[in-house]
């Protein structure tokens, strides 16, 4: 199924057309009604109006997670607050947060990219949609909230916490859609089997997960200890919130970026030179028809590759990836770079161990050091010591052989790691400060 036939499978040539036309309108836009734009293109010595082709658009600076924190508040809005009908904003883990702002056509068009992925992931109306998003400043919640409401589901606001009237709601409301964080869902998963209920006999038919980067592996997991097919979700606050992007379930594989909304790029993440398609490299969005605080090649610090082959779901809008991480979270341990994902793919095929854990990154003698504290199978922990030291090992060499990272494997008793209701602590950093 698919919700906006006419847009979701308009031809490549025509989308392209269609993205030109509004590039160059939201440029223009921008250049006379946001300062720090018009400063921006000034000093790059480019003008909207010399922006001729979609390629021309690697002329245009980039816009940093920076200059937002800079523009604070409102700085960055591109019409009087008056427009603005809808106020969200990222929680900074440092200092401000980021501040974005919707006018009622962003509304409307949010409403509608949310349509769209909800139904590529295969929902439709006389679903009830069990929706464990926070609810408030973050995007999540409303967002996903309203495009349930579009293609007619029955919508349940949960937003996040209180996990046992979730798995409560759950059961007697007949829910078959959950959205929430692919972590949050195994958490539901752990405390409905505590309640003795086996979340795989319930209704929930989909997953759409998001917020976090996830593995391959962690999918499958999540599927059979949920009994649902799970779906990526891409989105983030300051392009959208959720509803970037989505795989659809004919493929569930690479998330379709909405492109007559959105217009991507790939960038290598140390130079800021765009790579041939098909590379991997950091992820550089255009919003094309935001209204209230419109992005110009804004550093997503998300590191995924543009996929060029066609889908088998008919829509021509291309695939990213599913992401490996962030810029931002990737681990440099001695000189070794690897993301929580790519060490979460090699714990998930190892017998034993449960979808649980965390990163310990320390220094000794002025060396990284990384400890991965894992949960284990209540069948698999032991007390034999042996045992246990033998599983511990081939954890280390596993993430020695595939990653060329050393590390310690510490295995804890289940249920022991902190739960999350909204996104995981992959990592503790506990080396001290660079500055
Ligand atoms: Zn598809």
Redesign the pocket.
């Known amino acids: 199924m698919i919700w906006n036939e006419e847009f979701e499978t308009l031809p490549r040539e025509a989308l392209e057309a269609l993205q030109l036309k509004r590039l160059q309108r939201i440029l223009q836009r921008v250049g006379e009604t946001v300062p720090f734009y018009k400063k921006q293109f000034q000093e790059a010595k480019v003008q909207p109006e010399q922006i001729k082709s979609l390629a021309d658009l690697q002329r245009i600076p980039f816009t940093l997670k920076q200059d937002m924190r800079d523009n604070y508040p409102y700085g960055l809005f591109a019409v009087p607050l008056e427009e603005i009908v809808r106020i969200h904003a990222s929680s900074g883990t440092t200092g401000k947060p980021t501040v974005v702002g919707y006018t009622r056509r962003d509304i409307d068009n949010w409403t509608e990219l949310m349509a769209r992925s909800f139904v590529?992931a295969g929902a439709h109306s006389g679903d009830v949609i069990h929706n464990a998003y926070g609810y408030g400043l973050f995007t999540g919640g409303l967002g996903a909230h309203y495009g349930a409401e579009k293609i007619g589901a029955s919508v349940i606001p949960m937003s996040g916490g209180n996990t046992k009237r979730q798995i409560m709601i759950m059961q007697d409301f007949g829910s078959t859609v959950l959205t929430c964080t692919p972590s949050y869902s195994l958490y539901l998963a752990e405390a409905a089997a505590e309640e003795g209920v086996d979340i795989k006999n319930l209704k929930l038919r989909i997953g759409i997960f998001g917020a976090e980067p996830w593995s391959e592996s962690m999918r499958w997991e999540i599927e059979a200890k949920l009994g649902v097919k799970a779906i990526d979700i891409y989105g983030l606050s300051e392009i959208l919130g959720p509803g970037v992007g989505i795989e659809?379930i004919?493929?569930q594989h690479?998330l379709?970026i909405w492109e007559d909304h959105f217009l991507p790029e790939i960038i290598d993440p140390d130079t800021g030179e765009p790579l041939p398609k098909g590379e991997t490299g950091e992820l550089v969005i255009t919003t094309l028809t935001k209204e209230g605080i419109p992005m110009i090649r804004y550093r997503t610090r998300d590191i995924t590759r543009l996929i060029p082959k066609p889908?088998?779901?008919g829509?021509t809008h291309l695939?990213l990836e599913r992401m490996s991480g962030r810029t931002d979270d990737m681990l440099i341990i001695r000189g070794v770079n690897v993301f929580p994902s790519q060490i979460e793919s090699v714990l998930m095929k190892i017998k034993g161990v449960e979808p649980h854990y965390q990163l310990i990154v320390g220094q000794e003698d002025n060396l990284d050091t990384l400890e991965v504290l894992v949960e284990v199978t209540e069948t698999s922990f032991s007390d034999e010591i042996k045992i246990m030291q033998g599983l511990a090992d081939q954890i280390r060499d596993q993430i020695k052989d595939f990653l060329g990272v050393t590390c310690k494997a510490r295995l804890v008793e289940p249920k022991t790691l902190a739960r999350s209701e909204g996104k995981a602590q992959r990592v503790v950093d506990q080396r001290p400060r660079k500055n």
Do not use: I, L
Request: hydrophobic letters at 25%; glycine letters at 10%.
């Open positions: 590529a659809c004919e493929a690479g379709h889908c088998v779901c829509r695939r």
